[in-house]
Structures are given as C-alpha cells and as structure tokens.
T-cell receptor
Framework: KAGVTQTPRYLIKTRGQQVTLSCSPI?????VSWYQQTPGQGLQFLFE???????NKGNFPGRFSGRQFSNSRSEMNVSTLELGDSALYLC??????????????FGEGSRLTVL | KNQVEQSPQSLIILEGKNCTLQ??????????LRWYKQDTGRGPVSLTI?????NTKSNGRYTATLDADTKQSSLHITASQLSDSASYIC???????????FGQGTELSVKP
C-alpha cells in the first residue's frame, strides 16, 4: 500500500512569488491535513480537508490556502511569499480525520526555502 | 488553554543507555495521546497511542506511560541505538471531535 506522497520535495522561491504544493493521500483516506514545521515552532496546523470540504483551519493568514479534489488529492498554495514562510510543509492523511482517534500518516514533506 | 509541553527540548545520550522523554498536557477533556518519531528529513511516524484507561504500552524498546490524573506521559527508550536519533513528538487529542494539540518535540541524539 503506497504511503502519502508529497511533491515537490524541495523548492526555492523568492519573496513575492507564490507556490503550490501537492499531496496524494493513502488510498481510501478521505482526510488530508497540512502542517508547517519550523525549528522554533514545531508542527503548526494549517488546515484539514475531508471529502473536498475544509473542515478545520489553523491561525495562518489568508495567503495560505488549500483545496482537495474528488480523488482526495490535496494542494496548498502560498501567495506573496515571505522569508518567514521558509519551512518544511507536511501533509498527513487519515481515514476519518483529526476529530477521530485514527492515526495520522505523514508524507516526507516539501522543504520550501524563500530567498 | 489546551497545551502540550515536552521536556527536555534536546537530549544527548551514549549508545546503549536508556532515556526518558516527558510530555505534560492540559488538554481537557482528554481522548488519547500519541508519540511520534520523526527522523531527520522525514515525516513523523506513530510509535504508540495511549487512551485514558491505559497506563503502560510497549513497542519494542519503546515504552510509553500515561498518568491521566496528573496529565503526564513519558516515553522510555531502552538500550538506545544510533537509529533512535530523531525528534519525538507528543500529540494529544481532546474528546468530542477535539483538535490535535502538538508538543514542540524533544530532539534526541544518540552518540557512539
């Protein structure tokens, strides 16, 4: 059974640009959550999607957005990039989502560097 | 406010030694607590889950404990190996559809 796949694994952008990250969950999983991880802040919750609907949202500015497609694949977009957006962006899939006791299965992340 | 605090922030031990990582939480009502291991450059992987009624659970050389009264959990690693070098993250879930609350993690380094 294939795991969670995130693309791209590494990318470098400059301030003001935008970026789109992709996440393919484990087959059969309908929930996809996104997290930002930085050395000083740990894992910060961005948003969760379930069956194409945003179910939960963290405390991030509107520059961070996401969506989920009918095949459960998800994308997140960051517009007008700032230096502080440099981080590892992790995607996690689960059968039912954060509101249940199920385990989160994480991808290997997309490492974004903003210059 | 629902919070999860882990200690120590970082830890260096020699190969073969034991160590214990701590996780204190204020999440209420409580549903479960998971320990994740995150190797450098990889995503976190679940080690174990603790529910309200469980006190101790082992996964190989990893043993997690939970004291729901004091809202504390620990992760004990026995006979550490170089491959145990990683970040260990404690994640607590509140009851009734509650969100997941993440600790900041403990960075463990096992030296030869």
């Amino acid at each position: 059974k294939a795991g969670v796949t995130q693309t791209p694994r590494y990318l470098i952008k400059t301030r003001g640009q935008q970026v789109t990250l992709s996440c393919s969950p484990i087959s059969g999983h309908r929930s996809v959550s996104w997290y930002q991880q930085t050395p000083g802040q740990g894992l910060q919750f961005l948003f969760e999607y379930f069956s194409e609907t945003q179910r939960n949202k963290g405390n991030f500015p509107g520059r961070f957005s996401g969506r989920q497609f009918s095949n459960s694949r998800s994308e997140m977009n960051v517009s007008t990039l700032e230096l502080g957006d440099s981080a590892l962006y992790l995607c996690a899939s689960s059968l039912q989502g954060q509101g249940y006791t199920g385990e989160l299965f994480f991808g290997e992340g997309s490492r974004l560097t903003v210059l | 406010k629902n919070q999860v605090e882990q200690s120590p922030q970082s830890l260096i031990i020699l190969e073969g030694k034991n160590c214990t990582l701590q996780c204190n939480y204020t999440v209420s009502p409580f549903s479960n607590l998971r320990w994740y291991k995150q190797d450098t450059g990889r995503g976190p992987v679940s080690l174990t889950i603790m529910t309200f009624s469980e006190n101790t659970k082992s996964n190989g050389r990893y043993t997690a404990t939970l004291d729901a009264d004091t809202k504390q959990s620990s992760l004990h690693i026995t006979a550490s190996q170089l491959s145990d070098s990683a970040s260990y993250i404690c994640v607590v879930k509140g009851n009734q559809g509650g969100k997941l609350i993440f600790g900041q993690g403990t960075e463990l380094s096992v030296k030869p």
